[in-house]
C-alpha cells in the first residue's frame, strides 16, 4: 500500500513536473497564445519572413500592439470607418511613415496661376473616374518613397484616357530613374508638379511594361526614356484650400492631391468613410478619383499606392466638405494635374 502510494505521489510530480515545464516553455496565457498564432497567421498570409527569432519577437511585439490598437478601435466603433491588420501590422507608426510617406511639401514651389476648371458649373453629385475607365488597376510603390511618381502618373494615365480613348499603365521608374534633375529624388521623395514637368520637357513617358517598376532607385535608361507613350501639354494648380475648386477639378478628370497620412489611423485604414485622425502636414502623393456621398457622409475617392490589400482595395474614401478650409488631411492644399 506504502508502496502504491509512493508511486502515485511519483507519478503526480512528474504530471507536475511537466505541466510546469511546457509552462515556462510557452509562458503565454492563452491571449498572448492567440495573439502569437495571428501572427504566425499573418505572416503566412503576406509572406513574411524574418531573419533570426529576436527579429521575430521584436516584429511579434510591434504586431501586438497594431492588433490591439486596431482590435479596440474597431470595438469602439465611434467613427464610420473600420481599421484592418493589413501587410504594415509588423511595423511601428515612425517606420511606416519614412519608408512611404515621402512627398516633398515643404519644398513646393508657389501656386500657378491659372485654372482651367474655375467657371465650372452644374458638376455631377457623383463621380468615379474608375467606372469610366481613367484609371489603371492599383500599384504598389513598396518600400519606396516615391508616392509622388504614383500620383503623378495616375493622373497623367487619367488625362490621356480621356483626350486619347485609350487607358495605358504609364512608368513610373521613369520618374524614379530619370526625374533626377530637379527637386525629385526617386525614393528619397519628390513632387507631383515636378514630375509633370519632366514629362513635358522629356515630351512624353513610357509605358509600366516598358519600364517597369522596381521599387528602388536605379539609372536612367535613355532608350526608355526615348520612347513616349504619352504626353502632356502642361499643368495647372487647383486654387489652394478650397475643396469647392478640387471638386470642380476632379468633376473634370483624375487629379493629384498631397495629404497628411502620417496617422496610425490611415496606416491600418481599412473600410468606410476616413475621418482622421490627421493633421495637414502633407507628405503623402495621392489621386484623388472621384467623389460621392455615402450615408449621409459625403467623401473623396483616393486612389492610393499601397496594393489592393490596403484598404477598400487599395482606395480610400476621405471625408469631403470638412470645416477646416485645407480639407481633411490637408487635401485640398496642393491639389494638381496635368493638361493634355
Ligand atoms: C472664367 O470667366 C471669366 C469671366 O467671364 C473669364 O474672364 C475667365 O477667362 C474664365 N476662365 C476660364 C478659365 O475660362
Request: hydrophobic share 35%; with cysteine.
Amino acid at each position: 500500500m506504502a508502496a502504491l502510494n509512493s508511486k502515485l505521489i511519483l507519478l503526480a510530480s512528474i504530471f507536475t513536473l511537466g505541466a510546469l515545464a511546457s509552462l515556462a516553455m510557452a509562458r503565454h496565457t492563452p491571449q498572448e497564445a492567440a495573439t502569437r498564432l495571428r501572427h504566425e497567421q499573418w505572416m503566412a498570409r503576406y509572406g513574411r519572413v524574418y531573419t533570426s527569432p529576436n527579429e521575430k519577437e521584436t516584429r511579434y511585439q510591434i504586431f501586438k500592439d497594431n492588433v490591439a490598437l486596431i482590435d479596440s478601435f474597431n470595438a469602439e466603433g465611434a467613427k464610420p470607418y473600420r481599421l484592418g491588420v493589413n501587410q504594415f501590422a509588423d511595423l511601428t507608426n515612425e517606420e511606416f511613415r519614412t519608408a512611404r510617406n515621402r512627398f516633398k511639401g515643404h519644398m513646393c514651389s508657389p501656386q500657378k496661376g491659372t485654372f482651367k476648371y474655375e467657371n465650372v458649373t452644374g458638376v455631377p453629385s457623383a463621380m468615379d473616374w474608375r467606372t469610366k475607365g481613367a484609371v489603371t488597376p492599383v500599384k504598389d510603390q513598396g518600400q519606396c518613397g516615391c508616392c509622388w511618381a504614383f500620383s503623378a502618373v495616375a493622373a497623367v494615365e487619367g488625362i490621356n484616357q480621356l483626350s486619347t480613348g485609350k487607358l495605358v499603365s504609364l512608368s513610373e521608374q521613369e520618374l524614379v530613374d530619370c526625374d533626377t534633375s530637379g527637386e525629385d529624388q526617386g525614393c528619397n521623395g519628390g513632387l507631383m508638379d515636378d514630375a509633370f514637368e519632366f514629362i513635358i520637357q522629356n515630351k512624353g513617358l513610357t509605358t509600366e511594361s516598358n519600364y517597369p517598376y522596381t521599387a528602388a532607385d536605379g539609372s536612367c535608361s535613355a532608350g526608355k526614356e526615348g520612347n513616349h507613350a504619352a504626353d502632356i501639354k502642361g499643368y495647372e494648380d487647383v486654387p489652394a484650400n478650397s475643396e469647392s475648386a478640387l471638386l470642380k477639378a476632379v468633376a473634370n478628370q483624375p487629379i493629384s492631391v498631397a495629404i497628411d497620412a502620417g496617422d496610425s489611423s490611415f496606416q491600418f485604414y481599412k473600410s468606410g468613410v476616413f475621418t482622421g485622425e490627421c493633421g495637414t502636414e502633407l507628405d503623402h502623393g495621392v489621386t484623388a478619383v472621384g467623389y460621392g456621398e455615402s450615408g449621409g457622409m459625403k467623401y473623396w475617392l483616393v486612389k492610393n499606392s499601397w496594393g489592393a490589400q490596403w484598404g477598400e482595395e487599395g482606395y480610400i474614401r476621405m471625408q469631403r466638405d470638412v470645416s477646416a478650409e485645407e480639407g481633411l488631411c490637408g487635401i485640398a492644399m496642393q491639389a494638381s494635374y496635368p493638361t493634355a
